[in-house]
């Protein structure tokens, strides 16, 4: 070939690249995954920036943040009459894998609504990769910006086991001399100049993908999470527990618990007994859903979790899975008037 | 090493670049079988004592075979040759399943063999049967032996189809040693879009679809007759996108180095009869198993009862060279049934073969793909307890209920399979993408890029590699 004409191919290429960069990233963005970005709260730290998240990495749906990076739409000042919720918890709460109607922050408004005919508003404060250090560390944000009449905060083994004591996080436990505390860490961001780049799906999904391909022996998505060995967890447990009391007025704990439906003997697990146990001592309302999962799944094979692009029974909440969950919430937040 | 992965991609660079910048053919040939022996003794340096072995043995009755005149000495030495072969593939393969066997029927007597800790060499039926054809080649005067060790050692190693095939026709890939080895841009461009092509089916239609297929086969009793369904018509697209992405890789890597291999399948789900799947499923072994089985059984000329019979053998034997299992055998069993009753129908009713209804032919088309799909419960499934539950489920003979599972990847997959194969076959035809226009360029970075964003994390080995 003429210098010429190779110069007239590298052209075609370099279009034909650009033209098909763009057509994945409009399927990718549509289908697979799109971030609304990130903003730096002055007090919540790091989190979504208000618009439009599509997720089809498991489940399907397109869902939205408001300015305060939560689910749903902007929270105003509380209207007379109305009795209003702050559900916390990590991405079993946030539950992107759902639709904004199906989550169980939305569904418990429409019970307690219909219910009451006054104005109900239950906000989802679930945050991905949270835990009870984060609601700990923005309690009294939480409480005096929000005005909640109630607090419900879920909790899993993944709080305890990995999250919690995760120092790389924004808010993390450490632990003192005479206990523990929660700290706040600056998350700095690396390569700052490249943070643009992974707004787009193209490079968010490559660069997941490449990382899952070249990394060996990690966990894989779903798997549940093992306690460690040899590891007490009962000091933490009932520490989190205790505070959480002691900074929420009156707060509803909600577990969800990681189930294998295929075993025939269901055992709780270590974290579960201690997070009941400790719940029970603290005299705290405490709502565990492994028997409602376990029961919807042996009358009607129904899996409450896991989703038809995943394996049923793994990951997070389905719509079957939040139903449940506001079912056992919406009587406990309506003082008993819903049975 | 498998086409999939990184390293493969690094290793076949390394290759085609020296045999671009290599001048003497010799060393070309000599590096090419290096090469070759380094890729299959990435999975375990002792499997390649074994190949060469092998490959030293049947070299040395190919010469014997070749110089000999007398018929009976020409006799003796193929029974020899076919023997060793086939007491490699006995032992390494079925020691263990005859022992069992025996153990299981035995067992009432009292009577217990015990059992050899035996690794399984990769793709060794691939290789037994690539050096029994060339020995019955040179018996039968179709060709003659080779001279040099080396080039039937490059025949038996030759890295694209050594672990699961085709399995070539000798006197075809040797007649190519003879030319040079050349890297030219024409076979680049076609090798490099099969391979493509192979990829596609390998990484995003049978990986991706095996997340849903291997849970559900791992405990099928609870999940649904329909999610069963689903599954089993999932294995069906696995299977045939795992091993003729393989077929398609293999031409392809082949292809970039200026060798030749013959297509192995042939849209086998379009077929309206099993006989035609037959003709268009893995048609290297097909063509193996008429050449060297059933016309040496006495094929068609000895009577209908007997061509029945045969096909009826050679099916059982071709189910249990795919695995050293009882599922297997009853595979092939059916298959053989299928076959003969095929055939006696065919026989008997010639004139309906002949109606080009449009009715009719969907009709055979749904019933022959109905047949190979329930068919693949057995060659999935761990064991006849499992298949049973699957098949008494799936028609509803037991409790159909469970966890009803719609895999979304199931519903990507047709699609993309539709896609692969309409590709492949225009590029057999001669119209390939042509990579100086917009329109192919667009295409190739479309389907590359489709590969770094769909791609599964975890890249599956290739299904027919334990055979």
Redesign the interface.
Known sequence: MLPQQIKKVALKALLALVCALIVWELILENTNTLKPGAVNHPVLGRIYQPGLLVNGTEGYSRTHFNSLGMRGSAIGDKVPGEQRFLILGDSFTEAVQVSDEQMYATVIERLLSAESGQPVRAINGGRSNASPAYYLHLANYYQTTLKPDRVVIQLNDGDFIKDLLDTKLPFYVARTSDGFETRSNYQSVSFPALRPLLELSISRVAFLNLKGMFAKGERPEGEIPQAKPGFDYAPLVNWTIQELKARYQRPILLYIPFINYLEAEQRPSEIEVLVTEAAKSAGLDFVNMRTDFLDRYRTTWDVPTGFNNTKPGMGHMNSVGHELVAQRLAPLLSGGNIK | MIFSS?TFFIFFAIVLLFLRLVKSNDIKKAFLLGASCFFYGYWDYRFLVLMLAVTGANYFFGLRLHNETRPEARRGWLVASIFFNLAILGFFKYYNFFIESANAVLASAGIRFGLLNIILPIGISFIIFEVISYTVDIYRKESPSVDSFFDLALLVAFFPHLIAGPILKPDHFLSQLDREITIRGENLNYGGQMFLVGLVKKVLIADRVA?FVD?VFK?PE?Y?AGTLWLAVIAYAIQIYCDFSGYTDMAIGSARCMGFEIPQNFDLPYISRSITEFWRRWHISLSTWLRNYLYIPLGGNRKGKIRQYLNLLIVMLLAGLWHGASWNFVVWGGLHGIALAVHKVFSDYTKGLAAIASPVVAFISWAMTLLFVCTTWVFFRSSDFGTSFLILKKMFLLMEP?????????LFLALPMLIAADYAATRWNAGKMLS????RG??V???VL??L??L?P???APFIYFQF
Request: aromatic residues 22%; without cysteine; proline residues 3%.
């Open positions: 990184l997340v849970p405990n609870v649904s209920d469970g966890i009803r599972w719609y895999a979304t990847d990579l100086k226009n917009f360029l667009f190739l970075f479309f890029l489709g770094v964003f791609a994390q975890n890249s």
